[in-house]
């Protein structure tokens, strides 16, 4: 309760010298007879008032508030989370489940969170928890390390360096962002690190089943996690490097959302918790939304951000809003699914969404609440402390938490030793609380309080959240060694003195001891409270200071762990100190910049380029060693700001690379690559960056010939000299082929895959010839490398559709499979290689299986390996080949027959894929192909009209003059025939394809649509030629067979069973009914024999349409029979939508599956007649 007589010990002592000063007062008026008789009972005054306060000051005791699990105002939340926990642990989404919590700081979102460990720590769930924090001094350090710059340093040089200028470095499209926090992906590296650590305590057994499941989801790639996180080389031991590709985004997000995944099972759920967002820094930020909109089950994500520090123009809040869209639009076609509708009315379907929990400051009753359970009151007796502490921190819990502290520590707030209760000063606390201040402001004055604290807490606040005791003391006693700051850091003698200093820190409520000598502050303003301690000049130096002692103090092996670390603290104050030479600053810079380039991490990177740079001298003023530093920054400038989009500073950093005369054209090669992808990727001129593409080769001695004439000659010679026997390499020479190793010939072969590329796209197949084919020549000759396997597949292409030669286009096709077979060998045995020798195993798949191999074989025998090309693309970050390999396992499924269940699925996924990939032409694709199945699977009003949830037939005309490629009409048109072959409106599909003709064919060969194309057409040309007797449908028809008889006699396996229906409908065309009963009878048996239920299906159907129109009843039963087949298998094919028009077509078709056969001719004219009907 409160005490309103006593006071406190200032007040006290104020007392006792008042009380001296009327003594003296009295003396001297006294007279001097009475003196010594006044003089001793003052004395006894003064001795009784002394006895009197020593008596109170001993029944009052520092006693310390014990906050732990006193939790209020929160409970409403707390049930949300865990019921949010609860389904995600159950699997009920293919998404992670996202909870964002937001507030201003001190509103108990940590606490928050914190309560929710704790609570499911008991339940009988398993969970791994996983907890990071970003932090505001990353982005302090960089922004004190460009005040300096603009205090000491001049434009003109900066220019000079090499540094580009900030109007060019802020016109890009992360200039809203900046500035970016240079530590990239820093909470979630220490999250997963702290993890790691908790791991290495579990049981053996536990742990390498952890290692075996993480080993299995991330597959050759585990080098990329434990270049991020160093630790999870102890749980998964060491990673050979896997080098780098074009593709380092995307490889390294599918990498990482697998490893999550691994973490995550039915068994065992992930809760990862990222503590203030709005401090991550792009890189996280871009990985974050891959995860949260990927598919990722049995994930609970929590963040917290600042609410009063994000507005709308924050890069907060537009990734925020770029997630919900994406979730949004992957939500929408989950329910538009077959699949997911006939779940929509189960009540254990979970909707993924983004939960938004906002915490305000806590009313005065909760206050109230929560400091009678902390003093253990009734909240009667603590009501008026609580109108006070409230009045003073606004409801801030963190605030009120360290008020509470505060007032202990000055004896206003103590626990009386008599009476065995709390007790407080009212008056003096109304006092003390009536000085306004700001919580950061309060925290600063309390810790310049404190004895011990203002000598270790700015060190550690600078190496961030989490701090290791061992690392602190190395640091301080560094510092101590630098005379302008002795007197400012701790100088700790033994482990066992900085022990006791850090228990001192968490006695008031500073930091917390995490175990195993790791540390961290209780709450973010205390943090940014020791960091603001000294002035901003002392806090450049001790950051400086720091960096440079971890760096003298640690191996090669420990400085790549906490190069980001380092490096920022170094730069904090370079310009200023020179502990460290300006060239090994640049070197660590540079270092970083390969670091973050490798995660990633783009912003991060280019800010280390500038800083390096920053600290060269004039380009003019450089040694062999600083030019050579130069080169390797100015093109990883180049290809970091080309990776963000930068195209303006992209172009600077290629410029200043070609216009050097002293670099080599080696040397400029990564520049020239650069500017290669500036020109086709952001200006659209194939067609420039050949030319350039071509006078780069000439440099390098490898000519290829400039006009059309040329170009011609040496396409004819090219193929034809492939085609000789002499000339075709057998499949044993492959084990003997070596390894390309000159660096020019394999820059070569990188820059002629580049003109083939480009030649394509340019619509200029000679030179795509001439390219391909020289490859193959160099491989034979010089050796094989990554880009060898699709420069043979590519050939084989080429010689099989445009010259006609099947068997030696599919010699070439085997060799490029056996090539990259031989390349992974390779890469299994020198791993750091890996990347550059596999990065073509996607693109290789999909040429040689799609569009030779699938030529002469059985789709049946190896559609899967699409989804193998996917993978393999998606591991290396080749995503548009990955992407494309995706359509064309969908195309290869609906030819092969595969259940449309499964290929919607396919195609769902496919889509959320490319479209968070931006692959958009594979999208539109994709798109048709999965309206399709749609509509097969449950129709639509007009069931050849491809207008659904996948796409809207309106949109294509509304689009079909801006298509960049000319393929897609052709796709749109091969969709719109294949649906009118199984739908049955064979008129309209006849139209369409003498309206389309043999394009699709000519402009793409070898593609697997182009090789069903012609007998879907040639279904529909007939059906309609049959019924309305049209000369034009059958001559079309006729031209068409003509095609696929072409294909099956050059050992087209997939052509066989279509020619023999085709035969049948051609009989049949021709009036010769008595051949057509065994033609019908062969092709239902060999599509059938050979797994294509889909046409099996479709044969049934003009098969008893056939022997529907006869007058012999056997004819008719066996019409029957067919007719309930082919619903068989169109049912079993997942056609629902085919089924229905069936049964509507023919009414008593239920019926006629009864075994009774009709009784007489009447009885089966009138089923035939009511068919017709």
Not at 292 to 307: A, E, I, N, P, Q
Request: glycine share 6%; net charge negative; with cysteine.
């Amino acid at each position: 309760m409160a005490t309103t007589t006593t006071t406190t010990k200032s007040s006290l002592s104020m007392s006792m010298r008042s009380s001296s000063a009327t003594a003296s007062c009295i003396t001297e008026t006294s007279t001097s007879n009475t003196n010594s008789d006044f003089r001793h009972s003052l004395t006894s005054v003064d001795n009784d008032y002394e006895q009197k306060m020593d008596d109170e000051l001993l029944r009052r005791t520092s006693k310390p508030l014990v906050f732990r699990n006193v939790f209020c105002g929160r409970e409403d939340e707390i049930l949300k989370l865990e019921g949010i926990f609860r389904r995600t642990a159950a699997g009920r989404s293919n998404s992670p489940s996202l909870v964002l919590v937001s507030g201003a700081s001190g509103t108990g979102k940590s606490a928050l969170v914190a309560r929710l460990r704790d609570h499911l720590g008991t339940t009988e769930e398993e969970f791994f928890w996983v907890s990071g924090k970003f932090e505001e001094q990353q982005q302090q350090q960089q922004s004190h390390a460009m005040m300096i710059a603009e205090e000491t340093c001049v434009e003109e040089e900066r220019s000079g360096s090499g540094v580009l200028s900030s109007t060019n470095s802020t016109n890009s499209n992360c200039s809203e962002t900046a500035p970016d926090n240079l530590h990239p992906f820093a909470a979630i590296v220490d999250a997963f690190s702290h993890f790691c650590r908790e791991l290495e305590e579990e049981e053996p057994e536990t742990i390498e089943e952890i290692k075996a499941d993480i080993l299995e989801a991330v597959g050759q790639q585990g080098a990329l996690l434990t270049y991020m996180i160093p630790s999870l080389s102890k749980i998964i031991g060491e990673q050979q490097a896997a080098g780098e590709t074009s593709g380092e985004v995307i490889r390294f997000h599918y990498v990482f959302r697998n490893f999550i995944q691994a973490l995550a099972t039915k068994v065992r759920s992930v809760v990862l918790v990222l503590e203030d967002l709005h401090r991550a820094d792009n890189a996280s930020l871009e990985l974050l939304h891959y995860l949260f909109t990927s598919k990722l089950k049995h994930v609970m994500f929590v963040g917290t951000y600042r609410s009063d520090e994000v507005d709308e123009e924050h890069r907060f809040s537009k990734w925020l809003h770029g997630v919900q869209e994406a979730q949004q639009e992957q939500q929408k076609q989950q329910e538009q699914s077959p699949k997911q509708q006939s779940n929509n009315n189960n009540p254990n379907t979970h909707h993924h969404h983004v939960t938004t929990l906002g915490l305000a400051e806590m009313n005065l009753d909760t206050i109230n609440t929560f400091i009678s359970n902390v003093l253990n009151l009734s909240e009667d007796e603590t009501r008026a402390l609580a109108h006070i502490v409230y009045t003073k921190t606004k409801g801030n819990i963190f605030f009120v938490t360290q008020y509470l502290v505060f007032l202990t520590r000055n004896y206003l707030l103590w626990f009386d030793i008599i009476k065995k209760s709390w007790d407080w000063d009212e008056p003096a606390i109304r006092k003390e609380s009536a000085v306004t201040t700001t919580l950061l402001d309060f925290m600063r004055d309390k810790l310049q309080q404190s004895k011990v604290a203002p000598k270790i807490l700015p060190v550690a606040a600078c190496l961030g959240a989490r701090f290791h005791r061992d690392t602190l003391r190395m640091i301080l006693t560094g510092l101590a060694q630098v005379e302008a700051l002795t007197h400012l850091v701790m100088a700790p003698e033994s482990d066992d003195e900085l022990v006791q200093a850090l228990k001192q820190c968490e006695k008031e409520r500073y930091i917390e001891n995490c175990g195993n000598k790791n540390y961290s502050f209780v709450h973010d303003k205390v943090q940014e409270a020791a960091l603001i301690l000294h002035p901003i000049i002392i806090m450049q130096q001790i950051r400086y200071e720091a960096g440079t002692v971890l760096l003298r103090q640690s191996n090669e092996s420990e400085l790549d762990e906490k190069l980001f670390v380092v490096v920022n603290l170094l730069n904090a104050g370079r310009l200023r100190y020179d502990s460290v030479s300006p060239l090994e600053i640049a070197k660590l810079n540079l270092r970083a910049a390969g670091k973050a380039k490798r995660l990633a991490a783009f912003s991060s990177a280019s800010s280390y380029v500038e800083t390096a740079l920053a600290s060269l001298p004039p380009p003019s003023h450089l040694d062999a060693e600083q030019l050579a530093i130069l080169l390797d920054l100015w093109s990883l400038g180049a290809e970091v700001n080309m990776a963000m989009g930068r195209t303006e500073i992209t172009e600077e950093y290629c410029n200043k690379v070609l216009e050097r005369n002293d670099f080599t054209v080696l040397d400029r090669l990564r520049a020239q690559n650069c500017m290669l992808d500036c020109i086709t990727n952001h200006r659209g001129q194939p067609g420039v960056a050949l030319e350039r593409c071509i006078g780069v080769l000439e440099q390098l001695d490898c000519s290829l010939p400039k006009g059309s004439l040329g170009q011609g000659v040496r396409t004819i010679t090219s193929l034809f000299s492939s085609k000789a026997a002499k000339n075709i390499p057998k499949l044993e020479m492959v084990d003997s082929m070596d390894v390309m190793t000159d660096r020019a010939k394999l820059e070569s072969m990188r820059l002629m895959d580049r003109a083939a590329i480009y030649a394509y796209l340019e619509a200029n197949p000679m030179l795509f010839t001439v390219c391909i084919a020289r490859m193959v020549r160099w491989t034979i000759k010089y050796g094989i490398c990554d880009q060898s396997p699709f420069a043979f597949a590519m050939l084989g292409v080429t010689l099989m559709h445009v010259m006609g030669d099947y068997k030696v286009g599919a010699v070439y096709a085997e060799l490029a499979l056996s090539i990259m077979r031989k390349l992974q060998t390779l890469a299994s045995n020198d791993e750091s290689q890996r990347a550059a020798l596999t990065h073509s195993q996607s693109r290789t798949s999909f040429a040689a299986y799609g569009f030779v191999l699938y030529w002469i074989k059985s789709v049946q025998e190896y559609q899967d390996e699409m989804v193998v090309g996917h993978e393999a693309g998606m591991r290396v970050g080749d995503t548009e080949s990955a992407l494309w390999n995706t359509f064309h396992h969908i195309g290869l499924s609906l030819a092969a027959g595969k259940p449309l269940e499964k290929v919607e699925e396919v195609c769902r996924r496919g889509v959320s894929e490319m479209v968070a990939l931006k692959r958009g032409e594979a999208e539109v694709f994709t798109r048709v192909a999965w309206q399709g199945c749609l509509n097969l699977m449950t129709g639509a009003e007009s069931p050849t009209i491809l207008t659904g949830s996948a796409m809207q037939e309106q949109d294509y005309f509304d689009k079909k003059g801006s298509w960049k490629t000319k393929l897609m009409p052709h796709v749109f048109g091969y969709m719109k025939v294949f649906l009118c072959a199984f739908l049955g409106d064979y008129e309209q599909g006849a139209k369409l394809a003498i309206e389309r003709g043999d394009g699709f064919v000519t402009d793409a060969p070898g593609s697997h649509w182009t090789q069903t194309d012609p007998f879907h057409r040639g279904i529909c040309l007939y059906a309609a030629a049959i019924h309305s007797k049209k000369r034009l449908y059958k001559r079309h028809a006729q031209k068409v067979r003509g095609t696929v008889k072409t294909w099956a006699s050059k050992g087209n396996a997939n052509a066989v069973h279509q020619l023999k229906l085709l035969d049948a409908e051609h009989e049949l065309c021709c009036g010769k009914r008595e051949n057509v009963k065994p033609l019908y009878e062969d092709a239902c048996a060999t599509a059938s024999s050979e797994g294509f239920i889909q046409d099996a299906a479709l044969a049934n159907e003009r098969f008893a349409e056939f022997l529907l129109s006869s007058t012999a009843e056997a004819d008719v039963k066996e019409g029957q029979d067919r007719l309930l087949k082919a619903v068989s298998l169109y049912s079993e094919w997942g056609a629902r939508s085919k089924v229905q028009l069936l049964v509507v077509k023919y009414p008593d078709l239920e019926r006629a599956s009864k075994p009774t056969a009709p009784r007489n001719k009447m009885a089966a004219r009138s089923f035939r007649v009511s068919t017709a009907s």
